[in-house]
């Protein structure tokens, strides 16, 4: 990282790679890029943070409902390409997005390691919403997710939060904050909290491809 700033808040740095050893010692220390086209690499550290702890996360009768009865089902690191591609699609706001090539395939690569994982959400066979992150040890990075139906996107946060109590990840990173994670219980922690929080619970372990039954 090649320049410390100080405008606006959370932004840390401009420059360097996405290689995947600068991407985990990245995360390792609470620190991820965003960043839109014509721009450098950015790196970000936000204060507070926003983070949920999978014991807290709170579902509403309604996603309770279409998680018993709805259409769909879920899956684990079956289709990582089309689901970050899924993320990196134009949304109803505007054209841009922040998941440009380059992103694309520098978390293709970390899932290939075993580090990036997808949860996925599907109507019969088509992919309708789903999620991806990056795993180090006890810690989950929640980086983007995408809805093609409604509560698609709830339904695969709701699966990853199943697998994290299974699998005992204590931490899943929601980065900056938005009335939306609020409703489903995450809430900020201070920056320094946060810090503390990876200290004690990440590790530069791949995990492996997440194998599990569809649901």
């Known amino acids: 990282m090649d320049q410390a700033l100080r405008e606006p808040a959370g932004l840390l740095a401009a420059g360097g790679d996405l290689k995947p050893a600068r991407l985990l010692a990245a995360y390792e ?18 204060d507070p943070r926003m983070v949920l702890f999978p014991a807290e996360f709170k579902r509403s009768r309604s996603l309770s409902k ?3 009865h709805g259409p769909f089902r879920t899956a684990l690191d079956q289709a990582f390409s089309a689901t970050i591609r899924g993320c990196a699609a134009p949304r109803r706001s505007g054209p841009e997005t922040w998941l440009n ?5 520098s978390y293709a690569e970390l899932h290939e390691l075993g580090f990036g994982h997808s949860v996925e ?26 809805s093609l139906e409604r509560d698609a996107s709830k339904v695969a946060l709701a699966r990853l939060v199943q697998e994290c109590l ?14 939306h994670l609020g409703g489903l219980g995450a809430r900020e922690v201070s920056r320094s909290e946060f810090v503390s929080l990876l200290r004690r619970y990440a590790c530069r372990v791949p995990s492996g491809k997440w194998l599990s039954q569809a649901q």
């Open 29 to 46: 220390r609470g620190v991820f890029p965003w960043y839109s086209a014509q721009q450098p690499i950015l790196w970000w550290s936000p």
């Open 66 to 68: 279409t998680l018993r």
């Open 101 to 105: 090539q380059d992103m694309i395939e």
């Open 121 to 146: 959400t599907y109507r019969a066979d088509s992919l309708v919403g789903g999620l991806y992150g990056i795993q180090l040890g006890q810690v989950f990075f929640g980086e983007s997710m995408f």
């Open 166 to 179: 299974a699998r005992d990840i204590k931490l899943i990173d929601c980065q900056v904050a938005s009335p």
